[in-house]
């Protein structure tokens, strides 16, 4: 769990310090807190959506917008969740809910939550700001808040940054790179996997990954620290939670074709997920398998080669 800096006295000041959260955790987009209202929910932030909401506000823009545009994709959210109850059972999908919220946020909250990145469009906050949003809720993973009494671990496939492609000359050596790194991180990760008891349910999660993939065309998010966790309860049994498995933002981002997708800027994510399920399968001893036909992406196209694209 990564600490965020100036979280803490910022959840302290008013006017947050009514509303009784506590920081629990952050990923690449989201940013979880458990809240004294519930303690079966936790509510989750979408860093994208409060600095859309943010600027708007301050640029004078109709916050209704926003608004509009999270309903929209809360109901394609939804569908994807169904698909995944489907493929993998309803008691593994923790769903997500949503109430409509008028959050206060002040310059020390929005520095703190958006990082540094945006620190400027933190600093054009005056006092408060009212921002109305639309608060996703989900049910708190028992196995991630004590860690002590659950043992967990969790599935993840490693993602390159678009960075480390830098001065690749061909697609084939991009290829070639994702490839090393994928076998290297899924070889360590099968083997903790067989040695502390996952071996069958692991098999379960990848025949659930594969079912949902064949039906949906769509990855399961396993870039991400907990996103699909494995645990042994009290009780002894090995079970899993997909707890983050959508990927981030608007669908149609994720939806498109390596045919219009010129800069390659999704191809790591879904060649390292190719690879990454199909070498895990196999290293799981799986006869189940990925076919490039089976992603959205490379649907009616091979896999691409020649030069790397200029950016
Ligand atoms: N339902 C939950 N119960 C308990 N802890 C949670 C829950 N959801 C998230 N967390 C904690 O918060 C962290 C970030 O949550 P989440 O994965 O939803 O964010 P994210 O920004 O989408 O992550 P990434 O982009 O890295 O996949 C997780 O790593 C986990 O430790
Ligand atoms: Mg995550």
Redesign the pocket.
Request: proline residues 4%; neutral net charge.
């Given at each position: 769990?990564k600490q965020i800096e100036g979280i803490e006295d910022a959840l302290e000041s008013e006017p947050l310090a009514r509303y009784g959260l506590t920081y629990?955790?952050?990923?690449?987009?989201?940013?979880?807190f458990e809240t004294t209202g519930s303690d079966r929910k936790?509510i989750?932030v979408d860093r994208d959506d409060l600095a859309s909401a943010i600027k708007l506000a301050l640029d004078g823009g109709d916050t209704e917008q926003v608004f509009s545009l999270q309903k929209k994709r809360r109901n394609a959210y939804q569908e994807q969740e169904d698909a995944l109850a489907a493929a993998f059972g309803p008691d593994h999908v923790?769903r997500k809910g949503a109430f409509r919220f008028t959050v206060p946020v002040t310059p020390e909250i929005a520095a703190a939550v958006l990082g540094p990145k945006r620190k400027t469009l933190a600093s054009r906050i005056d006092g408060v700001l009212e921002i109305r949003s639309l608060i996703e809720t989900?049910?708190?993973?028992e196995e991630?808040?004590d860690r002590d009494a659950y043992r967990t671990i969790d599935m993840q496939i490693p993602l390159m940054d678009q960075d480390d492609f830098r001065g690749t000359q061909n697609v084939d050596t991009a290829l070639r790179k994702i490839d090393g790194m994928t076998s290297r991180h899924i070889d360590r990760d099968a083997r903790q996997l067989k040695e502390n008891g996952y071996l069958g349910i692991a098999q379960e999660v990848i025949r659930g990954m594969v079912a949902y993939t064949k039906g949906s065309g769509m990855m399961v998010?396993l870039?991400?620290?907990?996103?699909v966790t494995l645990f042994t309860g009290i009780d002894g049994k090995p079970d899993f939670h997909l707890?983050?498995p959508i990927l981030?933002g608007p669908r149609e981002l994720w939806d498109q074709n390596i045919s219009s997708d010129t800069g390659f800027s999704l191809l790591r994510h879904y060649y390292s997920y190719l690879c990454g399920v199909n070498k895990l399968a196999e290293a799981l001893g799986m006869k189940e398998r990925l076919e490039p036909e089976d992603l959205v992406y490379f649907k009616g196209a091979s896999l691409p080669e020649g030069e790397w694209p200029k950016r």
């Open positions: 769990m629990v955790g952050s990923g690449a987009s989201k940013v979880c936790l989750k923790l989900q049910q708190i993973a991630l808040k998010d870039f991400g620290t907990d996103n707890v983050d981030p």
